[in-house]
Structure formats: structure tokens, C-alpha cells
């Protein structure tokens, strides 16, 4: 089974709709982020929980809002959907303890399209 | 905020050749390097991560350096096969706040 898991893959939804993408995670770790992608861009970070009690956010966050429920889930809400928001979205895991040095692990993406 | 480039955005090689992709940095102070393969439409798999007290690291045909002083990374393939055909980013980060800045991508063609 992957380690980070992301549902659903793929949305098609219509502006102004509510959207929830969730990431789930069976690394143990206690950092996760949200990340979307657009062409050409890059990834650019939305949020970031580096506890259940530690929500942050990233460079993007507006018109977005997570969850952390769980050490295992983190939780990405658009609150009223728009075109621009078209993007393929990643949830990543990290762990800055011992020797793992806050690499990041990525789950295989969500594709939104915002029509 | 690390700032992370990687030119050139596309390159075509030919089977067997040697493969040397670039990503430069901004921020000196930088905590570790990351390399990532992302083929279309898909996750990003960690390929190598250097850390600041490194110079490289290897994995198989996979080589990756880090140069603090010129903020320089390279990640150098040897032997390049079709099956190297990929987006690969790099990110990196600082020890202020340990998030990761990424270069936009170098897209990679291996002709058979």
C-alpha cells in the first residue's frame, strides 16, 4: 500500500461548489503539507501542519482552509471553488527528527478542474 | 524564502549519454537539497536529498552535488535510458523554517 494516499484523484466540480481533498499518510510523521501545481509554476505551498495543534499558512492560502484531524490526516478545503483553482494538488509528509532531515514524501496528486 | 531556479526548462539526449541537470539557490544558509523525478500527470518520487553538511550523494547511476558557496546543485545521470524520460525538480530549504522551495522543473527526453 502507498504510504501517502490522496482521494479523491481526479474532480471535476463547477464554481462557486465546496471541494474537500484529504490526504491520509502510514509514515508515522508528524509534518504534513499541501502543495498545488500549475504549469510552468512550480509547486507552491498552501498549507502546512507540523503538529495536530499546528496549522500554518503557506504561500498561497487564500480562498483555502485544511484540517488536521489526525497525526495520519490533513485535510484541504476550497471554500467556494473558482476557475483558478484549477491545479493538480499534492499532500506531502516530512520528519525532522534522527536522520531523515525533513525529506518530504508526496502522494500521487489530485487533478482539479474548476469549471 | 529560499529562491530555487533550474535552467534549462527542456533538454534531448540521446540513449547513453550522460545527463547533467542544474538548480541554483539564493539562500546560502540552506538545510538540505532535494531531488525529485515527476513523471506526466503523476506524484513526485524522492529521488536524492542532500544535506547542508554534504557535498553529494549517490544512489545507482544517480549522482547529486551541493555547493553552498555558489548555491549550486547538480544532479548528474549516467548512462541516460529512454526510461530517464521525466520532469525532475529540485527544492530546497533553510533552517528558519525548514520548508521547501521549488525550481520550476527540467523536462528530460532520452531518444532510443
Known amino acids: 500500500d502507498a504510504d501517502v494516499t490522496q482521494t479523491p484523484r481526479n474532480r471535476i466540480t463547477k464554481t462557486g461548489k465546496r471541494i474537500m481533498l484529504e490526504c491520509s499518510q502510514t509514515k508515522g510523521h508528524d509534518r504534513m503539507y499541501w502543495y498545488r501545481q500549475d504549469p510552468g509554476l512550480g509547486l507552491r505551498l498552501i498549507y502546512y501542519s507540523f503538529d495536530v495543534k499546528d496549522i500554518n499558512k503557506g504561500e498561497i492560502s487564500d480562498g483555502y482552509s485544511v484540517s488536521r484531524q489526525a497525526q495520519a490526516k490533513f485535510s484541504l478545503s476550497l471554500e467556494s471553488a473558482i476557475p483558478n483553482q484549477t491545479a493538480l494538488y499534492f499532500c506531502?509528509?516530512?520528519?525532522?527528527?534522527?536522520?531523515?532531515?525533513?525529506?518530504?514524501?508526496f502522494g500521487p496528486g489530485t487533478r482539479l478542474t474548476v469549471l | 524564502k529560499q529562491e530555487v531556479t533550474q535552467i534549462p526548462a527542456a533538454l534531448s539526449v540521446p540513449e547513453g549519454e550522460n545527463l547533467v541537470l542544474n538548480c541554483s539557490f539564493t539562500?546560502?544558509?540552506?538545510?538540505?537539497l532535494q531531488w525529485f523525478r515527476q513523471d506526466p500527470g503523476k506524484g513526485l518520487t524522492s529521488l536524492l536529498l542532500?544535506?547542508?553538511?554534504?557535498r553529494e550523494q549517490t544512489s545507482g547511476r544517480l549522482n547529486a552535488s551541493l555547493d553552498k558557496s555558489s548555491g549550486r546543485s547538480t544532479l548528474y545521470i549516467a548512462a541516460s535510458q529512454p526510461g530517464d524520460s521525466a520532469t525532475y525538480l529540485c527544492?530546497?530549504?533553510?533552517?528558519?523554517?525548514?520548508?521547501?522551495?521549488f525550481g520550476a522543473g527540467t523536462t528530460v527526453t532520452v531518444r532510443a
Open positions: 542532500i544535506q547542508s553538511s554534504q
Open positions: 506531502a509528509t516530512s520528519d525532522l527528527g534522527g536522520l531523515s532531515y525533513n525529506e518530504q514524501f
Open positions: 539562500d546560502s544558509a540552506i538545510y538540505n
Open positions: 527544492a530546497g530549504s533553510t533552517s528558519n523554517d525548514y520548508k521547501l522551495s
